[in-house]
Every structure is written in C-alpha cells, then in structure tokens.
C-alpha cells in the first residue's frame, strides 16, 4: 500500500533552517511528483511548492520561492523539503503528499502524517 | 494568484441533514482543476472529489462536486456522524491553492 512516511518534530530558532524528510513506499517514487503543504495552529492548508522526483524539477509558490529548497533521493525514495530563515510564522505542520497522476494532476490523493515545526527563541 | 474563498465558515447541522459547501475563486478555474479535502482534527486532509465532480477511490455517494468558472459546491446529501469535518477546495492550476476551510459541526 502507499505510504509517505515524515521525519519527526522539530523545535528551531528564528533565524535558522530546518528540513523535513518524506520516505515513499508502496509505489514507483520517480512516476509521481510530490507536493508540500503547510498548516499553520487552527488555520487552513498552504501549498509550498512540487518536485518531479524523475527529473528533480521544481514548481515553488511565490511566497517561498526564495526561502524553500525540495529534493529528491531516489535511491532511498524520499522526498525533502527545506525551509530557510525561520520566523514564528513558519510554526506549523509540514505535510508531503503525492500528485493523484503519474505524471501530474495537482491534486493530492496520499498524504504522510505531517512533521511539526515549531519556531521559538 | 487565484484566490478561493469559502462560505460558511461553519455550518451546523444534524446527522441525517443535507449540507451545502460553497467556493468562490477570484478567477475563473477550469473545472478539470478544482478539488476538494475533508480533515479531521490531527489527520491529514483526505481526497474527496477532483474534477470538480468525480469522487476519489472509496468516497461514498452521498459527496458530490458540482460547479464551473467562479463558482463551486460540495454537497453532503445526508450528513453521517463521521461526516463532521473541516472540508477544504482546491484549485490546481500552475499554482494551486487552497479555500480556508467550512466546518461542518454538530448542531
């Protein structure tokens, strides 16, 4: 079955980066993008940014264009998102999740648990 | 950036009760890229419907997507206990994004 399975919590600085890990299984990991998605505390969902995990080409919002890195290693069928210069406002909870197409739809139809990240001096 | 926004905010209805989702886009979106999440406190969101009206693998009939250009719906057509849920649109177009969310509650 698939599943995307996140590395665990983490608690930063402002100022500093964090990255967050997203392990596939179950599928082809190089036949379906990737997409990042945030969830601030109580608010509702924001799309980061997708990486092809073939070709390692990206698409990131504009918001995070100059802030977010995503990666790929596909011999260990993982995904990761890194996140720069972090502020209070960057708490939330980090989800992956897999385009419903091979190839792309953009839309989601797998997501992992989510990583926690907080921001606190 | 195509801006979605969602009405009510919450709704509070009775198990058995039909209930009626709205999201407007500030620009016209195809309908073959708008989607729909449902999400329960400390879950990740779930794939309802994509396509506007096509339901996800394994969602029941009583969901149904309907809409075109501005304007889209999510109809709950008789509202199970588990049903109850914030319920999230998407446009997935270059850049997608998504509505802040209707909570469906418990009245």
């Known amino acids: 079955q698939v599943q995307l399975v996140q590395s665990g919590a983490e608690v930063k600085k402002p100022g500093a980066s964090v990255k967050v890990s997203c392990k596939a299984s179950g599928y082809t990991f190089t036949a379906y993008f990737i997409h990042w998605v945030r969830q601030a505390p109580g608010q509702g969902l924001e799309w980061m940014g997708w990486i092809n995990p073939n070709s390692g080409g990206t698409n990131y919002a504009q918001k995070f264009q100059d802030r977010v890195t995503l990666t790929r290693d596909t011999a260990i069928s993982t995904a990761s998102m890194e996140l720069r210069r972090l502020t209070s406002d960057d708490t939330a909870v980090y989800y992956c999740?897999?385009?419903?197409?091979?190839?792309?739809?953009?839309?989601?139809?797998?997501w992992g648990q989510g990583t926690l990240v907080t921001v606190s001096s | 950036d195509i801006v979605l926004t969602q009405s009510p905010g919450t709704l509070s209805l009775s198990p058995g009760e039909r209930a009626t989702l709205s999201c407007r886009a500030s620009q016209s979106v195809s309908s073959s890229y708008f989607a729909w999440y449902q999400q329960k406190p400390g879950q990740a969101p779930r794939l309802l419907i994509y396509?506007?009206?096509s339901r996800a693998t394994g969602i029941p009939d009583r969901f149904s997507g309907s809409g075109s250009g501005t304007d889209f719906t999510l109809t709950i057509s008789r509202l199970e206990p588990e049903d109850f849920a914030v319920y999230y649109c998407q446009q997935y177009g270059s850049s997608p994004s998504f509505g802040q969310g209707t909570k469906v509650e418990i009245k």
């Open positions: 999740a897999r385009d419903a197409d091979s190839g792309y739809s953009g839309y989601e139809d797998y």
């Open positions: 396509g506007a009206s």
